[in-house]
């Protein structure tokens, strides 16, 4: 599989931003899809999910301020995200989340980078 993240950039606080990810080479309408951060000298960490079924997930730093969705046809999973905090800033990653909290693929995209500042 293939992922091509893009939507990130600079924003102020309380600004908002669209990401979206461009999945290839997978059956992407099967799998659960998740928005996973990475921000500097920190794990990557599960931000949101979105079932086959579009039953959606939030983490609790997010919840509330952003929303999870996807478009089969088009095989893109998107996260909008409002009210960004400095906080938010992070490379952003989509991949398909696992029960024991690793991903199903081991390969990721370039990510976005998200930067929320003045």
């Known amino acids: 599989a293939q992922f091509v993240e893009s939507g990130g950039g600079l924003v102020q606080p309380g600004g908002s931003l669209r990401l979206s990810c461009a999945v290839s080479?997978?059956?992407?309408?099967?799998?659960?899809w998740a928005w996973y951060r990475q921000a500097p000298g920190k794990e990557r960490e599960l931000v949101a999910s979105?079932?086959?079924?579009?039953?959606?997930n939030y983490e609790g730093f997010v919840k509330g301020r952003s929303i999870i969705s996807r478009d089969n046809t088009k095989t893109t999973v998107y996260l909008q995200m409002n009210s960004l905090e400095p906080e938010d800033t992070a490379v952003y990653y989509c991949?398909?989340?696992?029960?024991?909290?690793?991903?199903?693929?081991?390969?990721w995209g370039q990510g976005t980078q998200v930067t929320v500042s003045t």
């Open positions: 080479g997978t059956d992407f309408s099967v799998y659960t």
């Open positions: 991949n398909v989340p696992r029960g024991d909290g690793n991903t199903y693929f081991t390969t």
């Open positions: 979105i079932t086959s079924g579009g039953s959606t």
